[in-house]
């Protein structure tokens, strides 16, 4: 294949070598060779010194497959976005034949590193871990800096907005209230009065518990009456 090329095995920063360990290209055997993982990248050579490299940038996955029915033995798998087969002489188009490539569809590749010795696989996907940490992804730096600025004050968005709405006590919000809202409160307790009156005389006995029960009650379904009424008053105001 015109990828492979003959070049010295990596020296520097070499985190795992892995010698008899089959290469297989798209399913395609390449060969047994030594894999080599090392910090700048990922190299696989034969005997004869000829091979391959893989920058860890265009390395989008890898992991230890198991799955014997992907393939029969366990392997180290790992998928490139670069193209790796040899060009074919595409045949020529007829007459009102259609172009069906996606020039926009990126390439992918998929490798399969099988060693003779399984029991390195652990390792090997240790040191392509470290490896591959070493070269992040540039877009994902471009997303983190999206963040950075100067900090949210909520307190100071909220005094842009506007006022804060005030909140009053009972009597407080008495002496807001416009006098539309007076009278309809008094209405209102009038109504309820009327209401709650009624309901205690219908049992035919009015103790002292009985009255302050009425008047409890007297409290209790007003509030809300008069709550909204403050409401009311700070939008008049």
């Known amino acids: 294949m015109s990828f492979l090329k003959r070049f010295p095995p990596p ?4 985190r795992h070598q892995q010698p008899d360990t089959e290469a297989l290209l798209a399913g395609r ?5 030594t894999l080599y993982i090392a910090e700048s990248r ?22 230890v497959s198991r799955d014997l029915s992907a393939y029969p033995r366990e392997h180290l798998y790992v998928m490139v976005n670069a193209k790796f087969e040899e060009e074919t002489k595409e045949a020529p188009m007829t007459e009102g034949e259609e172009d069906d490539s996606d020039d926009d569809v ?37 997303s983190d800096n999206d963040y950075e600025g100067d900090e949210y004050d909520v307190e100071a968005r909220e005094l842009e907005q506007g006022d804060i709405p005030s909140f009053y006590t009972y009597e407080e919000g008495l002496s807001h209230l416009t006098a539309e809202g007076q009278a309809t409160l008094e209405r209102l307790e009038g109504m309820l009065a009327q209401s709650v009156s ?40």
């Open 106 to 142: 990126e390439p992918i590749a998929e490798f399969r590193f099988v060693p003779s010795d399984k029991s390195a696989l652990e390792a090997m996907f240790s040191a392509m871990c470290e490896c591959q940490a070493l070269h992040p992804d540039p877009e994902d730096e471009d």
């Open 11 to 14: 020296s520097d920063g070499v």
């Open 42 to 63: 990922l190299s696989w050579l034969e005997n004869s010194r000829v091979g391959f490299s893989l920058d860890y940038p265009t390395i989008s996955l890898h992991a």
């Open 198 to 237: 009624t309901q205690y005389n219908m049992a035919g006995v009015r103790t002292e518990d009985s009255i302050r029960e009425f008047e409890d009650a007297m409290e209790v379904d007003i509030a809300p009456v008069v709550a909204g009424q403050f409401e009311d008053a700070e939008v008049d105001h």
């Open 29 to 33: 055997s390449l060969g047994s060779g």
